[in-house]
């Protein structure tokens, strides 16, 4: 049977972002694509080791409208079997460990500094967790908009 033109461009595409902890840099995007997309992307995140949600991260997405404090920071081994049309590292950590089992999928890598590794005082710490948030969005937006255009 086949499927009109119409209805296959309504189709929710689905990305799994990955990063080590699974705790700030995948978990804002998992947000910010859930929230930016809603309705044509869903977004979800794991990770290869992960050890919990940033508090950080947390309150920097807050400061945009978005809650992500309900999250849970997962093995990506929760989603052993299910199907993505993305699989998107943002670290180098999780490209290098990113398991075959994602096969037939379109796996990128887009590298993004870790907030946690920040240094200074706390405001000081709390920007590069801003503008790491920002970077991640923009770079979102500008590939799902090709994506799904």
Same mark, same amino acid.
């Given at each position: 049977m086949r499927i009109p033109y119409y209805e296959k461009s309504l189709k929710v595409k689905k990305v799994l972002f990955l990063? %080590?902890?699974?705790?700030?840099?995948s978990q804002m995007a998992d947000g910010l694509v859930n929230h930016d997309f809603a309705g044509r992307v869903e977004a979800f995140s794991a990770g290869t080791e992960p050890h919990g949600l940033n508090p950080k991260a947390v309150q920097v997405m807050a400061e945009i409208g978005i809650d992500?404090?309900?999250n849970t920071s997962d093995h990506l081994s929760r989603y052993d079997g299910q199907a +993505?049309?993305?699989v998107i590292t943002l670290c180098g950590d #999780?490209? $290098?460990k990113c398991p075959l089992f994602f096969g037939g999928v379109k796996r990128l890598h887009m590298g993004f500094?870790?907030?946690p590794k #920040? %240094?200074?005082?706390e405001e000081e710490i709390m920007n590069v967790y801003r503008r790491?948030?920002?970077e991640i969005r923009q770079t979102m937006r $500008? +590939? +799902?908009e090709r994506e799904l255009a």
């Open positions: 990063c %080590t902890g699974n705790s700030c840099r992500i404090g309900g +993505f049309d993305y #999780a490209k $290098e500094d870790d907030p #920040a %240094t200074g005082v790491v948030r920002d $500008e +590939f +799902f």
